[in-house]
C-alpha cells in the first residue's frame, strides 16, 4: 500500500485542521489504520488508529476529545480531524497501514506516508 498524507500546516492554538492520507495498491479496505506523530527530538508515536471495518478505534489519551479518526473505504481514504489543537500538537504527522491496531499501538506498521508537518503556533 502507498500512502500519501496531506493537510499538514500553521494553525494558531485553539484551532483545527483535517489531515488527510490517500491510499493506493493492495485492498485498503482491508486494512487497519493509524495516525502518528513526531515531534523533534521525540520518538514517534501513536495518536489515532481505526479498524478496517469501522468497529474500533483508538486515540492516545493526550488527544483524546480533541482528534476524530475516519476513513472512507469507497475513496481509499483515512483522516483525522484535530480541534482544539495546542503548541504540543506540533509534529511530523504519519499515516500508517497496520495489522492490527494493537500492534500499531507498539508501534510496528506496515507501511508509511511520506509525513506532513503540522506546527501550532501559541
Known amino acids: 500500500v502507498q500512502l500519501q498524507a496531506s493537510g499538514g500546516g500553521l494553525v494558531q492554538a485553539g484551532g483545527s485542521l483535517r489531515l488527510s492520507c490517500a491510499a493506493s495498491?493492495?485492498?485498503?479496505?482491508?486494512?487497519?489504520m493509524g495516525w502518528f506523530r513526531q515531534a523533534p527530538g521525540k520518538e514517534r508515536e501513536l495518536v489515532a488508529a481505526i479498524s478496517w471495518n469501522y468497529g474500533g478505534t483508538y486515540y492516545a489519551t493526550s488527544v483524546k476529545g480533541r482528534f476524530t479518526i475516519s476513513r472512507d473505504n469507497a475513496k481509499n481514504t483515512v483522516y483525522v480531524a484535530m480541534n482544539s489543537l495546542k503548541p504540543e500538537d506540533t509534529a511530523v504527522y504519519y499515516c500508517?497501514?497496520?495489522?492490527?491496531?494493537?500492534?500499531?499501538?507498539?508501534?510496528?506498521?506496515?507501511?508509511w506516508g511520506q509525513g506532513t508537518l503540522v506546527t501550532v503556533s501559541s
Open positions: 500508517a497501514v497496520g495489522s492490527s491496531i494493537t500492534s500499531m499501538r507498539t508501534g510496528r506498521a506496515g507501511s
Open positions: 495498491g493492495r485492498t485498503f479496505s482491508s486494512y487497519d
